[in-house]
């Protein structure tokens, strides 16, 4: 196999990379020009789902396939949104495309709303990212003056209007259809499926919601081919039919305890191991690893055993996590106290929760109010039982919540109790030597889960 060279990373070091002269001479914007002329927006489309992309978001839903459940022959208005939201935990690799090379960002959504017949795309960005907004504003009034967006986009008769809408930074916008209540001013509670936004989403019509990364990569296809993008990555396990591959490049975050923290590209299925030693530099300080989050604070926690695990689709859900997530691996080093991790990510969770299913609204509270007697020192053996038995019920796994913001919030409790209950255990008798197997009902500390 060829050494792997980065593609969607390609140009960040040259300066000026926002630009659209420094992109046009990289060859930008003639994937446009080749598709606009040469393909109809049902050959590309087909393209793309022959290319086995996966949604680089967190659940990795083929691309092309998401694509084909728009109504045929509607007659419009159709919606494409891009979900710059980015509010996981440890996640920053959208951040990097939209900053320093914003103009692939646009060629990627211009392509995919050309297959998706889609006449006008929105980008709903998060308020703490100002960079990234002043540059893709300057970006999209570009490619107005230079035709690639607007009326008759390059005399193809193809038209697409572009739009920034930033957001309040809420964890609960990154999902699809709280992006798109939130993209209709109102307040982002996610919406009951179905129906499911390609057949009535934004302002009631079809809508397809796509992450940045995602039309990064649809770019890089339409300018290198299928063959080219099902070379990187890892084919489809022939024992599952259910995996339908993890093949491309794929933007890989690093933090925590490391030597090097940064975003990184890589073929997807590298282990992460393989991150932290290969890109990382190692763990921080001369240190072990004792845990690393695979995807994000969401997806749950790998042990030091377990880091050999290979970061693509399939791989960290065959080890208990919820899946690659986005791709963001933080690192944990021997130090960590997983009572402290935890009580970070039911504080996270509690504050994010939009309250609108009593399971989250009450699970992640109540996670939280145990976390907060745990660490005040009046922790009980019972309360790692009853964290279990929140954790295992709620989310739309076991089908009790509208959106996955729950899963989410339990991934976390289940990995950190299963995996390192004996942090817990020794924590809960070290602090509360008398108490600590109570099992009699006890209050919540005063103020606790109000954060």
């Known amino acids: 196999m060829p050494k792997f060279e980065p593609v969607l990373m390609a140009n960040m070091h040259r300066p000026d990379s926002h630009t659209l002269k420094v992109y046009e001479s990289t060859g930008g914007y003639q994937a446009l020009k080749k598709v606009l002329k040469e393909s ?24 092309g396939l998401k694509w084909t459940f728009l109504p045929k022959d509607h007659p419009g208005p ?62 999209i009034a570009e490619c107005y003056a230079a035709g690639y967006l607007g009326k008759n986009i390059l005399g193809s008769g193809y038209s697409l209007d572009m739009y920034m809408h930033r957001g309040a930074a809420a964890y609960i916008c990154g999902e699809e259809t709280g992006l798109i209540e939130s993209l209709e001013g109102k307040r982002a509670w996610p919406r009951i499926k179905p129906p499911f936004p390609a057949v009535e989403g934004l302002f009631r019509k079809p809508t397809v919601v796509n992450n940045v990364e995602t039309v990064a990569c649809v770019k890089q296809i339409a300018d290198r ?43 997807l299925g590298i ?15 001369g240190r072990k690893a004792k845990a690393a989050i695979p995807g994000g604070i969401s997806m749950g926690l790998l042990t030091e055993a377990e880091l050999d695990t ?19 691996v933080v690192v944990a080093d021997e130090t960590v106290n997983m009572v402290d991790f935890l009580h970070n990510s039911c504080r996270f969770f509690a504050h994010e929760s939009c309250g609108q299913c009593t399971p989250c609204r009450e699970g992640t509270h109540w996670s939280l109010s145990m976390l ?13 039982d009853l964290l279990s038995e929140i954790g295992n019920h709620i989310g739309i796994i076991p089908g009790t919540t509208i959106c996955g913001l729950s899963d989410g919030a339990a991934w976390p409790i289940k990995n950190a109790l299963k995996k390192f209950r004996g942090d817990f255990e020794e924590y809960i008798k070290r602090t509360n030597p008398t108490g600590y197997m109570i099992t009699d009902a006890v209050p919540a500390l005063e103020g606790a889960g109000s954060h």
């Open 40 to 63: 109809t927006q049902e050959s590309f489309r087909d393209l793309i789902k022959n290319s086995g992309l996966r949604g680089r978001g967190g659940a990795g839903f083929p691309t």
């Open 225 to 267: 081919g299928v063959e080219w993008f099902k070379s990187i990555g890892v084919p489809p396990d022939p024992n599952n039919p259910r995996d339908a591959g993890s093949y491309g490049p794929k933007l890989y975050c690093l933090s925590g305890h490391v030597n090097k923290p940064g975003c990184y590209e890589a073929p």
């Open 310 to 328: 290979p970061l693509d689709f399939n791989g960290p859900g065959k080890v208990g996590c919820l899946g690659l997530g986005t791709a963001a």
């Open 372 to 384: 907060d007697r745990i660490k005040a020192g009046k922790g009980r053996l019972k309360d790692l």
């Open 78 to 139: 159709i919606y494409l949104c891009i979900n710059a939201d980015e509010s996981e935990p440890g996640t920053f690799n959208n951040r990097y495309l939209m900053e320093l090379d914003p103009h692939q960002v646009i060629e990627g959504t211009i392509l995919s709303s050309f297959a998706t017949k889609a006449s006008t795309a929105y980008i709903y960005l998060r308020i703490e990212y100002p960079t990234c907004y002043e540059h893709l504003e300057a970006a």
């Open 271 to 285: 282990t992460c191991r393989q991150l932290i030693d290969e890109y990382g530099g190692g763990v921080w300080k």
